[in-house]
Each structure stands twice: as structure tokens, then as C-alpha cells.
């Protein structure tokens, strides 16, 4: 089958890459426009659009999928179906209807639990024991479609949604190649949504990202791992923005008050509303990431110090 694939990050590249040394022919791609990225806030090419330009495929780029230019190309490239991962713009029926098959999207997530633009992170943060991927036909509304397959993965208790979100995309390459070959083979049907276990999953913000020293050490513990690396958990001290890694809860601390610092000689203990957790790594504004100690012997916390 033709097939124009739609994504613009990074984790959309496995899937990519799968969909071109597939058995299925590669016409272009769809990303968003170049976009301000840096301190000097040049233009910079997404994921995709590189992915595409060094193997010279053709990349559509338009400011709004509604664009009747871009939906002239698309009808122009006659694709059976266009696949998509982590596209980042809502695609109307006008365009939904182009392909012969539809639009198809890989969502990280088993629907319908997570809908909308973070499920990993969300999953994360909620303390979910088991995620997934799910391939689905894309419809106007937030991830409503009816779903042709998905896979099960476990979230381990050290998983930052990086490493989570990682792993879903190599899972999920394969996954989406499977669904778009049982499609053309005939051997798959869409299978609607549960109205039950409907649950949303917005962007997650810097204010979001914000470690409630006030909330129990697992609670810590799963913010900042759901927030890490984007948008990164923050606190601050001597009222300066720090950027924190993964913690890791502990039992055998002393009771502290939620944002409490104890500096020992090889770790520094933080009080949440529980039990404390230990720093991992430590990264002051403008300054490297750098380990819990040596971030404090830097600083020279002072008794009585603590986050706010």
C-alpha cells in the first residue's frame, strides 16, 4: 500500500523507520513546521522532517492540516492510509477522508485510559502498574477511535517517563506495521471503545512539574519521575529554580518536615509528608547536573535549610 506517515518527534522515528523498511511503499511524510529551538532560537527541522530529508522523501509541512494546499498533495499522493505518531496537530474530516483507509495513530496508552497529548506521563504519575500502546482509526474527536490492536507493558517502579515512552515506541513500531499489513491482508476489524475506564491525560506543564514537598515520598517519587526529562521537576532553594532527578524513597531516615534538608556525608535527605526521600541528581540554574553531595557541598546547605 502508499502510505504518507504523519509525526514530528523523536519517538515518532521507531515507528517510521519500521513503516519504511516495511513491505509497504514510503510517498512522504507529514510534520509540523520548523520551529524556534536554542538559545539563539533558530529554525530547526522536527525529528521527522530530518529523518526524511536525509533519505530524500518528500515532507509536507503545512501550519494547519485544514490548509486546502496541503490536502491538494495529500490527495494528490493517493496514500491507502497515512499512519501517525505523535503528529501534535488536530486533523479534520476533510483531511481524515483523503486516504482510502483512513488515518491510523499509535497512542501510548490502552484506550480508553490516557487520552490526550501525555498518557505516559500521566501513567506515571498516577502509579498505573501496567501501560501500553494502542493502534486505533483516527476520528475527530481526542483518541475516540475504534482499535484495531494494542500491546501491554509494565511500568517498572524506577521508570521515568523517558524510559517508559522508550520502550513503548520500539514496541510500538512493530505493533503499528502488524495492524497496517493485517489491514491490507483484510485479517483485522476496529473493535469501538469501552464507554467504562474513560480517562484524560493533558499536557503536562512546568507548574505541573513543581515537586509538592507536602505530598507522601511515593507521590515525590512519581512526579518527578513522570516529569523527567520534560518538562523536568523543579524546586527551589534560597529562592533559585533547581532542577531535580529521580529520588528514591527511603525507610531508614529521620523524620523530617516536608522540604527538610539533611545533608549526610552520601546523601541528602529531603522530608516529604511521610518518610524522606534521597536526592539523585541536582542541576542549579545555569549550572550541570550534578550528584546530590557534591551539589550540596557546593551550595553549603546550612542547617535548618530546606526546598520550598
Known amino acids: 500500500m502508499r502510505l504518507v506517515f504523519a509525526g514530528t518527534p523523536a519517538v ?8 519504511a523498511t516495511s513491505r509497504h511503499e514510503l510517498v512522504a511524510v507529514v ?23 536525509e533519505r530524500g522523501i518528500e515532507v509536507l509541512t503545512p501550519a494547519k492540516p485544514r490548509e486546502p494546499e496541503f490536502q491538494d498533495r495529500l490527495r494528490a499522493l493517493a496514500p491507502d492510509i497515512v499512519p501517525v505518531v505523535a503528529y501534535g496537530a488536530l486533523v479534520p474530516r476533510a ?13 501510548f496508552s490502552l484506550l480508553p485510559a490516557w487520552r490526550g497529548a501525555a498518557p505516559v506521563q500521566h501513567a506515571v504519575l498516577h502509579g498505573d502498574e501496567f501501560t501500553g500502546a494502542s493502534v486505533f482509526q483516527l476520528e475527530e474527536g481526542l483518541d475516540t477511535g475504534p482499535v484495531f490492536g494494542t500491546l501491554t507493558e509494565r ?6 517517563s523517558g524510559d517508559l515512552l522508550d520502550r513503548l515506541a520500539e514496541a510500538g513500531a512493530g505493533l503499528l506495521v502488524s495492524v497496517v ?10 473493535v469501538p471503545q469501552p464507554d467504562e475506564g474513560v480517562s484524560l491525560a493533558p499536557k503536562i506543564t512546568v507548574e505541573d512539574a513543581q515537586v509538592r514537598w507536602g505530598e507522601p515520598a511515593f507521590a515525590v ?34 523524620r523530617l518536615q516536608p522540604g527538610d534538608l539533611l545533608v549526610e556525608k552520601k546523601r541528602v535527605l529531603v522530608g516529604t509528608a511521610t518518610t524522606p526521600v534521597a536526592l539523585g541528581e541536582v542541576r542549579a ?16 546547605v546550612s542547617d535548618g535549610e530546606r526546598f520550598e
Open 95 to 107: 483531511a481524515l477522508d483523503i486516504p482510502r483507509l483512513g488515518w491510523i495513530n499509535l497512542h
Open 221 to 254: 517519587d512519581r512526579r518527578i519521575r513522570a516529569t523527567t526529562p520534560a518538562p523536568g521537576a523543579w524546586t527551589t532553594f534560597q529562592q533559585e529554580r533547581v532542577k531535580l532527578g529521580p529520588v528514591t524513597p527511603v525507610s531508614d531516615g529521620p
Open 31 to 53: 510534520t509540523r513546521p520548523d520551529a524556534p529551538a536554542g538559545r539563539g532560537r533558530h529554525l530547526v527541522r522536527s525529528h521527522v522532517a530530518a529523518w526524511a530529508d
Open 181 to 190: 499489513d493485517a489491514i491490507e491482508d483484510g485479517t483485522v476489524k476496529a
Open 12 to 19: 515518532a522515528l521507531p515507528a517510521l523507520h519500521a513503516i
Open 285 to 300: 540554574e545555569g549550572k550541570r547536573a550534578m550528584a546530590a553531595p557534591d551539589w550540596a557541598r557546593g551550595v553549603r
Open 155 to 160: 511500568i517498572r517502579p524506577t521508570d521515568t
